[in-house]
């Protein structure tokens, strides 16, 4: 079975800087990866998601992710921040198998400061 | 285009009471999914329907939770016991095909509380 680690449950930014939230997979098949973001009181939107070819990929709001096999991970990462960026972003993983549900990580909530 | 319509977006209970939770998915979108989110956790899912058939169920409680998707487009979702675990965000989302190729919109999801 697949699994995904978010290890940072909580990440603090000043405004205006550079952030990386960490993601790191386990599977023994394929992956496809994804980047979804949850804005307070709100669903989950989808950020970017990896399915095959560039191992950069760029989602929405200036956020762009890399896909390293070797290492297992997919990190998110923005160059600069804004305040409307504080929610809690969601690393998931799919495998095909005919049904390709998604496991979410546990989270990382990102916190921007004025 | 709409979203996905849930409702109602917030419902206290206590335990051993009933509940039940409505979906609207996007017009047009054959695939659904009901989401857990536990404060704390990510969303885990508990039932996928393709139109109105079930297609994964496996991480349903399926002595307490059921669910049913009449006709290919609402959804409800139901809790008969709830317990106090149960509190939790329940979150619906659709997608126009099954897979990661059709990215899934959620909507905002219903905040139980069991008391």
């Known amino acids: 079975a697949q699994s995904v680690t978010q290890l940072d449950s909580q990440v603090p930014v000043f405004e205006e800087a550079p952030v990386e939230l960490r993601c790191n997979y386990s599977?023994?098949?394929?992956?496809?990866l994804f980047w979804y973001v949850q804005y307070p009181n709100q669903g989950l939107q989808l950020l970017l998601k990896?399915?095959?070819?560039?191992?950069l990929v760029k989602g929405i709001n200036g956020f762009e992710a890399e896909f390293n096999k070797s290492q297992t991970s997919f990190h998110l990462r923005k160059p600069s921040v804004h305040i409307s960026d504080t929610a809690e972003y969601f690393c998931a993983v799919s495998v095909y198998f005919g049904n390709e549900k998604l496991t979410f990580g546990t989270g990382t909530r990102l916190t921007i400061i004025p | 285009e709409a979203g996905v319509a849930q409702s109602p977006r917030y419902k206290i209970i206590e335990k051993r009471q009933s509940v039940a939770f409505w979906c609207n998915p996007i017009s047009g979108h054959a695939t659904l999914y009901w989401y857990q989110q536990i404060l704390g956790q990510g969303p885990k899912l508990l039932i996928q329907f393709q139109n109105n058939g079930v297609v994964d169920d496996s991480q349903l409680p399926k002595d307490r939770f059921s669910a049913e998707r009449l006709k290919g487009v609402d959804s409800t979702l139901k809790i008969q016991p709830a317990k106090l675990e149960d509190s939790a965000v329940y979150l619906c989302?659709?997608?126009?095909?099954?897979?990661?190729?059709?990215?899934?919109?959620f909507g905002n999801g219903t905040r139980l509380t069991v008391t």
């Open positions: 990896y399915l095959s070819g560039s191992t």
């Open positions: 989302a659709s997608s126009f095909l099954a897979g990661e190729r059709s990215p899934l919109h």
């Open positions: 599977s023994s098949v394929s992956v496809y």
